[in-house]
């Protein structure tokens, strides 16, 4: 009578028995070993911070040069703090020092280019990385997402290893939306302002946390993952429109005297961003208590017309070279004056799209020769002034602020 070669049970008294060319194996074996070559596989794949190649703050800035125009301040903040985050991951507690994160916050208007920032930076980490829009947060028991799905979505990221989970970083994009909606009580709760606020200090602090895997709310039966968010880094981004008005109340209020006039004469009030100060956040609507664990606060300049045509063509995936290699591979070459360039960045700032609205421009010029060109028989095309003036003056501006 056949038997397992692994166990020794006779054929009888297994589910199923599989020959091979010496030997057997019963399924309750195969399960056995099945479960062994998955442990194995998870342990070798795990992360391992001892493994981690650390990026210095130039080589980060350097990476990011590459894709994003200008914003030198806040690429510098940024570097640091990935930085200092890959050293905190190698440190060994051998005395009473214990290095604590540096959460980061991103101010600057929209356009500016915070989310392309923050994307730029995954693409080079060796850490998982998620970016998560709060404006979709909303307090347990109300539509919308926990705020544990910003763990949730990490989670996915690291392959649902918990262990490269907790050493992540994590980009709350439109962090300003979440602010609170006035002093004045309201007869209605804010379930998506202040009441998100108080649900993410609890993350931000760095505590352990009880994680749906799945999302809570259509799986409600599913185990739960603990995380601890003690070494996650958290960067949090949002245009905060309308707080530069406080911050210029603020610096004209603290100038008082004499020297008032000869003090604010060197204010850049075309740049007041760069002045922000956790007081203007709180004025805005964050709580003081998350601004607390938001240490660093830094800004992102204003685009100038030089910087939005260095866009339009420097990035190593600029607008420009997008649709370049769009004709090229109908083996068509396509070239743009220098002209439409500027024309294209002159009606970006008239609609004060800022470099988001470069492509919606771009679009609207380009999709006639877009559609014509891959049944043309033209191996080159050439963008001229007159053509970008005439596709663009047959659409209504107002559909390209809505853009």
Do not use: W
């Not at 259509?218 to 995380?227: F, L, R, Y």
């Not at 008005?245 to 100038?255: C, E, S």
């Not at 220098?338 to 700032?349: H, P, T």
């Not at 053509?387 to 809505?402: C, E, F, N, P, W």
């Amino acid at each position: 009578m056949n038997k397992c070669s692994f166990c020794g049970r006779n054929e009888k008294d297994v589910n199923l028995l599989i020959a091979g060319i010496s030997g057997h194996i019963c399924d309750s074996c195969i399960d056995q070993a099945y479960n062994i070559v998955n442990e194995e596989l998870k342990n070798k794949s795990s992360f391992s911070s001892s493994q981690l190649k650390i990026k210095k703050p130039q080589e980060i800035k350097d990476f990011l040069d590459q894709y994003v125009i200008g914003q030198d301040t806040a690429k510098k903040f940024l570097s640091v703090a990935v930085y200092n985050h890959y050293k905190r991951l190698k440190q060994e507690i051998d005395d009473d020092i214990e290095i604590e994160k540096s959460n980061i916050a991103l101010v600057g208007r929209t356009g500016t280019g915070k989310t392309l920032l923050a994307r730029t930076i995954a693409k080079m980490l060796d850490v998982p990385f998620t970016i998560v829009d709060a404006t979709v947060l909303t307090e347990a028991g109300y539509v919308g997402e926990d705020i544990e799905s910003v763990l949730t979505r990490l989670l996915q990221a690291a392959d649902y290893d918990v262990e490269a989970a907790e050493r992540g970083i994590v980009f709350i994009d439109e962090i300003d939306k979440i602010a609170s909606k006035g002093d004045n009580p309201s007869i209605t709760r804010d379930v998506s302002g202040e009441g998100v606020q108080q649900g993410l200090l609890k993350l931000l602090e760095g505590s352990i946390i009880n994680v749906p895997p799945q999302g809570g709310r259509k799986h409600p039966d599913q185990k739960m993952i603990a995380v601890n968010t003690k070494n996650i880094l958290f960067i949090v981004g949002g245009a905060f429109d309308g707080i530069d008005r406080k911050i210029a109340n603020r610096l004209n209020t603290t100038v008082v005297g004499y020297n008032a006039s000869k003090e604010s004469h060197h204010i850049d009030r075309d740049n007041l961003l760069q002045y922000v100060a956790p007081q203007d956040l709180k004025s805005f609507g964050l709580i003081p208590e998350i601004i607390g664990r938001l240490p660093v606060l830094t800004y992102l300049d204003p685009l100038d017309r030089k910087a939005l045509i260095r866009i339009l063509t420097e990035p190593k995936n600029s607008i420009i070279k997008q649709y370049k290699k769009l004709f090229k591979m109908d083996n068509i070459e396509l070239s743009f004056d220098n002209s439409v360039l500027e024309y294209i960045v002159d009606k970006a700032i008239e609609f004060k799209l800022g470099a988001r609205g470069l492509r919606s421009i771009c679009e609207h010029i380009m999709m006639d020769a877009m559609y014509e060109a891959p049944t043309s028989t033209k191996d080159k095309i050439r963008i001229t002034l007159k053509y970008a003036q005439k596709k663009l003056s047959s659409i209504d501006s107002q559909k390209l602020r809505v853009a």
